[in-house]
DNA sequence: GTACTTGTATAGTCGGCCTTAAACAAGAGG
DNA sequence: CCTCTTGTTTAAGGCCGACTATACAAGTAC
C-alpha cells in the first residue's frame, strides 16, 4: 500500500511540508518556549497536547525532548520564564505609583504569559506554587497598605484579597480587548482600583 | 496468594466496608450530583475522575453509568443544575438593586456549584458555552447601565466587562473567607462595585 | 416466595497521549 | 570530506482513565 519504491519521498522537492528552518540550540529552545506559551494560554495545560505545542513551534514533537525532559518540564519551564519576566519588570517587594504602570506594561510585553500565569497556572494544583508566592505577596502587601483603613477582621482580609485579583483581571481584560488607548490605561485602571479601596473604607 | 477457599468473603460480616445506602432511584441521582458538583469544584473537569467521583458520592463507578451515560453528561447535568438554580433565584433580565443581594444568597446556598461554573467552567472551552449566555448577558445590562456615565469607546467595553467580572470574583472571596457577616456582605460589595463604576465614569 | 431494583466486586477492553527508539536527511564547521 | 548537530519520519511501548460486562448480594414490593 505504501510507495514502496520509486523516488526517495520528498528531497527538497517542490514545496515540501515545510522542513523547520534549521536554528542553534539555545534560540530553538527561546521559539519553542514561546509557542508553548502561546499554546498553553489558549487550553491550559491539561486540555494541550505535546503535538499541539509541537505544532506551534513548527517542530516535531521529537525535538521537544531534545529540550525538555517531559511536558511537565516544559510546562514548568514556560511558567517560570513568565514569572520570572514579570518580576524582573514590577519587583516583589512593595507596591507603590510606579508598581501599576510596570505591570501593565509587563503584561503587555508578553500578554499570553501573563494570561497563562494568571488565568490558568492559578487553577491548576500541580503547579499552583508558581504563582502562589506573587499572590500571597501581594495579598500581604495589600494588607499593609489597607491596615489604616480598615479595621480588622474579614472585611479586611476581603478587601485584601480583592484587590489584587481585580487588579489582573482588570489588566486581563484590558488585554483582551486589544490593549487599547495604552497612555492611559494605568490611570484608568489605577482610578479602579482606587475606587474599590475607597470603597472598602469604613467610615 | 489470594484467600482462594474458606467463608464467601463477607457476609453483612463485621464492619464490613460499608455498603452505601440503598436509595431510590430520583434520590440517588440528585446525591451524586451533590458529590459531583464537590469533587469537579475542587480539581476542574479534567483532573477529576469520575473514582474521585463515585468516591465522594459513596458508591462504586459503576452506579455512576446507571445514571449517567458519560462523564461529559455528568459534568454538563452538574453544571446544568447549578446554572438553573442560580438563574431561578437572581433572574436573568435585568440588574436592578434586588440582584446583588439574590446573587449572594445564590452563592451562599450553592457555594460550590457558584465556584464551579466561574473558577472552572469558565475556562474550559467544552463547556464555556454553558455560562458564556450569562456571562455575555451580564455584560450586556452592564453595557447599557453605563451608556450614560462612559463615552462610547474602548473603556466603556472595558468597564461593561470588568464589572461582572469583579463582583463574581468579589462573592467567591466572601465564599472563601467562609461567608462572614452575611447581612452585611451585599452592602459591603454593593460598595465596591459602586466605587469601581464611579471610577469608569469619565467627568 | 418471586421479581425487580439497587448496590458491590472483579475484570476486562479500548483509545489517547506521553514517552522512547531507530534510521535517515541535510546544513555548518573543521 | 568528515563529523557534529539539528532536523524528520515512523513505530512502538506503556500508563492511565473512561467505559463495559458479568456475576453476585441484598433490600423492597407484589
Chains 1, 2 share one sequence.
Do not use: N
Not at 529540550?67 to 507603590?96: I, M, N, P, Q, W
Not at 482588570?170 to 495604552?182: E, R
Not at 490611570?187 to 479602579?192: D, H, L, Q, S
Request: net charge negative; charged share 30%; with cysteine.
Amino acid at each position: 500500500m505504501v510507495a514502496e519504491a520509486g523516488q526517495p519521498a520528498r528531497r527538497t522537492s517542490a514545496v515540501g511540508p515545510e522542513r523547520a528552518r534549521r536554528m542553534p540550540r539555545a534560540e530553538r529552545r527561546e521559539q519553542i518556549l514561546d509557542a508553548a506559551t502561546r499554546a498553553f494560554a489558549r487550553t491550559g495545560y491539561a486540555a494541550t497536547g505535546l503535538d499541539d505545542v509541537a505544532a506551534e513551534a513548527g517542530v516535531t514533537h521529537v525535538i521537544l525532548y531534545r529540550h525538555f525532559a517531559s511536558k511537565g518540564e516544559l510546562y514548568r519551564a514556560v511558567l517560570d520564564r513568565a514569572c520570572t519576566r514579570l518580576a524582573d519588570t514590577v519587583g516583589t517587594d512593595d507596591f507603590d505609583d510606579t508598581s501599576l504602570p510596570a505591570l501593565i506594561r509587563a503584561a503587555a510585553a508578553d500578554p499570553d504569559g501573563f494570561r497563562l500565569l494568571f488565568r490558568h497556572a492559578a487553577r491548576e494544583p500541580e503547579f499552583r506554587d508558581v504563582i502562589d508566592t506573587i499572590r500571597s505577596g501581594s495579598t500581604d502587601v495589600t494588607h499593609r497598605h489597607l491596615a489604616d483603613a480598615i479595621p480588622e477582621g474579614p472585611w479586611r482580609d476581603w478587601a485584601a484579597r480583592i484587590v489584587p485579583t481585580f487588579t489582573l483581571e482588570a489588566v486581563i481584560a484590558w488585554l483582551d480587548l486589544g490593549q487599547p488607548d495604552p497612555d492611559r490605561a494605568a490611570e484608568r485602571i489605577g482610578r479602579a482600583i482606587h475606587g474599590v479601596i475607597q470603597a472598602a473604607h469604613t467610615d
